[in-house]
């Protein structure tokens, strides 16, 4: 089991940008896969992002264009730059590690941080 912690959440109005933040207690480069996943407050958590140790990446749909899934070696960081933020996007994210293979919409598999609270609004 890994550990990974998130950070880089807050409160930005819409159309702001914010950078999460996922450090990782283990080579992210060793994961099978490492991605994204929000839940917002009486809705079920839904997949965002991945990345596989390939480095082929996917995104949901509603994220596409507006949302970009990185990793830094020499930090040993994931990251989810978030950009054109809206209300919608509002949700507790999680950072989620993976060592073989699982559908993106498996929502338990692998490792699992905290997560960290984004809010857009006015």
């Known amino acids: 089991q890994v550990q990974l912690v998130e950070s880089g959440g807050g409160l930005v109005q819409p159309g702001g940008s914010l950078r999460l933040s996922c450090a990782a207690s283990?080579?992210?480069?060793?994961?099978?896969?490492m991605g994204w996943y929000r839940q917002a407050p009486g809705k079920q958590r839904e997949f965002v992002a991945r990345?596989?140790?390939?480095?082929?990446?996917r995104y949901a749909g509603s994220v596409t264009g507006r949302f970009t899934i990185s990793r830094d070696s020499a930090k040993n960081t994931l990251y989810l730059q978030m950009d054109s933020l809206k209300p919608e996007d509002t949700a507790v994210y999680c950072c989620?590690?993976?060592?073989?293979?699982?559908?993106?919409?498996?929502?338990?598999?692998?490792?699992w941080g905290q997560g960290t609270q984004v809010t857009v609004s006015s």
């Open positions: 990345i596989s140790r390939s480095g082929l990446i």
């Open positions: 989620n590690s993976r060592e073989q293979y699982y559908s993106d919409y498996n929502l338990r598999a692998g490792d």
């Open positions: 283990g080579s992210i480069f060793s994961a099978y896969s």
